[in-house]
């Protein structure tokens, strides 16, 4: 089954931490965006193989944006 | 020949005869206040002008403070005259937006709860033997909002203005270590990894622009004594808003901001000479308004349990804390706290909503205080 990351916040993606193909586990810091001059760490929803990732460094995101999809 | 040497080389050593105690001890204080702005980076736009102006005011001989001494001159214009914080509140207009709180205008609530420690506050004050008027200015630093206790403070009781800035600066920087531990103390472990669903709802442009004119025409027929305030913020935020002067918000955030922030850093500094500033009473205002921004977040917090029980657990009341002026490092520390229990829990935005709640709640609860004050015959 595969998990859809949406983005929380809206903002700018600052780092992005993983790439697809790698596994994470849940909680794992993905990706940082920075929203309100304040950097917020994005953890993995699920532990699983990441299929997707849709944004990349220096992205503006909306809330609800798709960010990335775990396979797990 | 040996005597005018003599006497001018006394002319050099003077100043050295004349240190007081006091004020070597306020020289030390200023110099820690620089410590912390500089080297700790708490509030250093603040406490770097501060700082200093507390060293030079307590140089002696000097004069400095005295009628036709520069930072004399610059306090009489600026701060008697309260137009440096009334400049600085058309800056933060400019910089806040209210979008936040307009999605979700429940988080308003908790603005207006952050601003109970106020009151609390100043009943503590008159209970502790001060005037009507310096409970007020004491209860104020509750806004956790420099410019505000500033502009009460140096109409009501000019005499503690170093203290209640020193104290409503340094606190304000002292949010991140302040506020956690009540947030914790107040909350059960369930109501803290409360998810809260993320809003999409958008306000429109038109709703953005009516807003402070709404405020400024409602909140001024309330509370006509606090009109500068709430006035002068409105004017910074219906010029953001507008997208039509472009040239004035830009200024208004920077360059306007900056200047009136030098200027009034140092005059408040001035204010701290230690003849006047080394008082048991000093400490009393300090400890005062510790208690009032406790009591500030408790109250927040208290408010967001009551949200997080009508709305069905909807609320985080984590959230709550952010109902204070401090804009937006409460926010922050809301964000932040969340996420320690529970990392899919992003309230950086809900927290927003609350922490610019918080913005408008301590300058329209200023306001009100002042035109009750007003209305009861006191000022």
Same mark, same amino acid.
């Given at each position: ?72 | ?84 914080? =009334? ?32 009151? =609390? ?259």
């Amino acid at each position: 089954m595969s998990v859809e990351l949406l983005s929380p916040i809206p903002g700018k993606v600052m780092k992005v931490f993983v790439k697809a193909g790698e596994t994470v586990n849940e909680d794992d810091e993905v990706m940082r965006i920075e929203s309100m001059k304040m950097e917020n760490p994005i953890y993995a929803p699920a532990s699983g193989k990441i299929t997707e990732v849709l944004v990349k460094e220096n992205d503006e995101v909306e809330t609800d944006d798709l960010l990335l999809v775990i396979e797990d | 020949m040996l005597d005018v040497f003599a006497s001018g080389f006394s002319g050099l050593i003077a100043g050295f005869l004349h240190l007081s105690m006091p004020n070597i001890i306020m020289i030390v204080i200023g110099g820690i206040l620089l410590f912390l702005g500089i080297k700790k980076d708490f509030e250093p736009l603040l406490l770097v002008p501060i700082g200093f102006g507390c060293i030079l005011v307590n140089i002696p001989l000097a004069d400095l403070m005295e009628p036709g001494g520069f930072l004399r001159t610059i306090y009489e214009a600026g701060i008697m005259t309260e137009l440096f914080p =009334l400049l600085i509140f058309v800056g933060i207009g400019a910089m806040t937006d209210f979008e936040p709180v307009l999605e979700n205008p429940i988080t308003f609530l908790l603005g207006a709860a952050g601003q109970f420690g106020i009151f =609390l506050t100043l009943a503590l004050a008159l209970a502790l033997g001060f005037k009507e008027l310096e409970a007020v200015s004491i209860g104020i630093i509750g806004a956790c909002d420099g410019p505000t206790a500033i502009y009460v403070t140096s109409q009501y009781a000019p005499h503690l203005l170093g203290a209640v800035s020193v104290a409503a600066y340094s606190y304000m920087s002292l949010v991140p270590l302040i506020q956690p531990p009540i947030m914790r103390a107040l909350t059960t472990e369930k109501e803290r990894t409360t998810v809260m669903k993320a809003h999409k709802k958008t306000v429109s442009p038109t709703t953005k622009l009516l807003f402070p004119l709404v405020i400024t025409i409602l909140g001024g027929l309330i509370a006509p004594k606090g009109l500068p305030l709430l006035g002068t913020i409105m004017l910074g935020n219906l010029m953001r808003e507008s997208g039509a002067v472009e040239r004035l918000t830009k200024a208004s955030q920077n360059e306007i901001a900056n200047v009136v922030t030098l200027l009034l850093g140092i005059s408040i500094g001035a204010t701290m000479d230690g003849r006047v500033f080394l008082q048991p009473q000093t400490l009393i205002v300090l400890c005062l308004g510790f208690i009032a921004i406790c009591l500030d977040t408790a109250c927040g917090v208290f408010l967001g349990k009551v949200l997080y029980v009508f709305t069905g657990g909807k609320v985080n009341p984590l959230i709550g804390a952010a109902g204070i002026s401090a804009f937006p490092m409460s926010a922050r520390v809301v964000m932040r706290e969340g996420q320690k229990y529970n990392k899919k829990n992003y309230l950086l935005m809900h927290a927003m909503g609350a922490n610019a709640g918080g913005q408008i709640g301590s300058v329209i609860a200023a306001a009100v205080m002042l035109s009750v004050l007003k209305g009861m015959g006191i000022i």
